[in-house]
C-alpha cells in the first residue's frame, strides 16, 4: 500500500462565462499522504473550493489527473466513479442548506448506504443510531427530526454522519466551522479531530481562516489566483512564511490581545486582479511589495527548498 | 469627567413572535464618552446587532420598547422624541454601516449620489457642492479613481471598496457617533484589516465616537478603549480593553476567549469547546442566562441573576457573575 492517498496533479478547472474562459485553478499539484490533514487556504475567489470540487468530482475538471489510491477519477466510467465516491466524501459550509428539509435525519445519514446498496433495513438503522451517538448527538431525539429543528451546528454533526457513514478514507472539508459561532467551531474541530483518529482518515480541509487551519492542518497549501504560493509543514509556513502572499496572509489576523498593536499588511492594497486576464509571470505581483521585472516576465515555478517546504517565487523570504 | 455622549439606561428590546415575546435585548446598561471606540462583542444571537438598530430607531414594527428604557444621546432622551426629531439625528448625530455592503446600498443608485444624499437632505447642500464633497470622501476613504467611480453602480465594485463607499456614506453628514455593525465579516482578512484601519483612523481624526460591533475578540483587542460583552441580550462584562482581557472575570468571557483557534498554539491541540448552545430568549432561565452551560454554575447561579459589580482593581471594569474568575491565577480547576 503506498503512502500516497491522492495524487492530483496538472489540475485545471475553467469555467465559460460571458466576459470569457475564467481559469478558477490553473494546473495544481499535491499530495495527500495517509491520515494528514492537507490545508487549502486563501482569499475568496482563489479557486481553494473550486479544487475540493474538482477533487470530489463536481463538477469533473477541465483537465489533469486525481489518482485516488490507484485510481484516477478523471478517466473513470460513470460508474467506476458512481462506486468509487464511497471512498471520498464531503462536508460543506452552510451546514443546514446542505442538508434536504424535507427528509428526517435517519433518511438522510442512511441515504449513502442505500445508494451504495449496503446492509439491510434494520442494519442501516443500528449504524445510523451509532453513528448519530459518535458525533454527539441523542438518536433517540434527532432520528425522527427535521433539519430545521436543529442548529446550525447539531446540522454540521449531521453533516458529518451523512459523511462517514460509508468509512471513506478521504474527507473534504470546505469551510466547515466558517458559518458557526467560536464557541461551536470549537466543537466541530474536536470532533473532526476525533473522527479523523477513529476512522483513520485523511483530510482535505478547505478554510480561510489561518487559525483554524493552525489548529487542525498537518501541511498547508497556500492559494491565490488557481495557483499555489507555498506548500509546507503548517509549523514551518506559520513561524517563517516563504512566499510574500503568505507573510501577508499571516501579518493581516487580529489577534486577540490587546497588548499586540495591529500592523499594517505587508501587502499592496487594492482589489484582486480579474481571473480572466490574470497577470503576466506571477499572478501576485501586482500586490506583491518584492516584486521585480522578473515576476511580470517569468512564471515561478515550484520549487523545493533545503526544509522540505516548496515555494513559487522568485524571491522567497527564506532558503533563497 | 463630561457627560457621556451616548448613555444606555435599562434598555430592552423585546419581539412579538407568534411563540411568545423574544427578549432579544434585556435590561442593558452602558455609557460612552465622546472620542471613545466601544467594542460591542457576542455570539449571533446575542443581541448586539438588535442593540445596534434600538440606538438607530431602526426596529420593525413588531418589536417593542418597555417602559423604563432610556437611551441618551448628547442629553436628549431618543427613545420619547418625536420620529421627525429623531430622523433629524439620524445622520449628522449618529451614522451606521451595516455587514454587508451589497445589501445596504442602492443597487440602482449611483454611489455619488448615495453619498451626498444625506447632505443634502440635512444641510440643503447643493447638487454641485454634494458632488464634489462626495469625491473628496471618496478620496479619503481610499477609492481608486474617484471621479470615475462616483458615477458608477455598486455592482461595478468589489465587496471592500463597497463597504468604503458605505464609510463615505456615514461620514457625509459628520456624524458625533459611529456604529458599525460587523463591518468586516463579510470580507476577506486582507481587506479587513484595511476597513479597520479607515475607521480607526477616521475616528482619531474626526473626535469621533465608534461603536464598533463584532465577533471576533481579535478585532476588539487591537482596536477599542473600551468592550462590553454580550450574552444572550445582556451585557455580562465590561470594561477597559486592558483591564478585559487581562483580567477577565465573568466566566462566559474566559470561555469564549479560550474557545477561540490561536496561531501560537501547537496543531492539533483539542480546543476548550463551550458545550451546549445559548438559551431560548423566550423562556430565558431565570438566574444567569450562563448558567447551563457554565462548569462553575451552581444553585445559585441557576435561581438568581448576578448583578453587575465593579472589579476590586479597576472601577470601571464590571461583570456580572456569582463566581467570577480569579484572574490572579493563573489556571483553575472546575469546581
Redesign the interface.
Known sequence: MSDVLLDVRDLVVEFPTRKGLVQAVSGVTFELRRGETLALVG??GCGKSTTARAVMQLPRPTSGQIVLDGDDLVAAGKRDLRRLRRRFQMIFQNPIASLNPRKRISEIIEKPLKIAGLLDADKRRQAVEELLETVGLDPAVAMDKRPHEF?G?QCQRISIARALILEPDLLICDEPVSAL???????I??LL?DMKQRYDLTMLFIS?????V?????RVAVMYLGRFCEVGS??KL?DGPAHPYTR???S???????????K??E?I????PSPISPPSGCRFRTRCPVASERCAAEVPEMRDLPDGRAVACHHPLVGA | MAAPLLELTNVSTHFHSPAGRVRAVDGVSVSLEAGQTLGLVG??GSGKSVLARTIMGLLPSYAEIPEGSAITFDGRNLLTMDRKARRAISGPGIGMIFQDPMTSLNPVMKIGQQVYEGMRHHFGTSKAAGRQRAIELLTEV?I?QPDVRIDQYPHQL????RQRVAIAIALACEPKLLIADEPTTAL???????I??LLQREQRDRGMTLILIT?????????CDQVAVMYAGGIVETGS??SL??RTRMRYTQ???D?????D?P?????????G?PPNLITPPPGCRFAPRCAFADAQCESAMPPMQADEADATHSYACWHPRDPERVTEEVA
Open positions: 482569499e475568496s442548529s451546528g459561532d467560536v464557541s461551536i467551531q470549537a466543537q474541530l474536536n479531530e480561510h481562516d489561518l487559525a483554524v493552525r489548529n487542525v492542518a498537518d503548517s509549523e506559520f501577508a496572509l499571516l493581516a489576523i487580529p489577534v486577540p490581545d490587546p497588548t499586540v498593536t495591529p499594517p499588511i501587502m492594497q487594492g482589489d484582486l | 455570539e449571533s481610499g481608486p468589489s465587496g471592500g471598496m476577506d482578512v486582507t481587506v479587513q484589516s484595511g479597520l484601519d465577533h471576533d475578540l481579535g478585532v476588539v483587542a487591537g482596536r480593553t486592558r482581557f487581562a470561555a469564549l476567549l474557545s477561540i483557534p490561536r496561531l498554539r496543531p492539533h491541540e483539542r480546543l476548550k469547546s463551550i458545550g448552545r
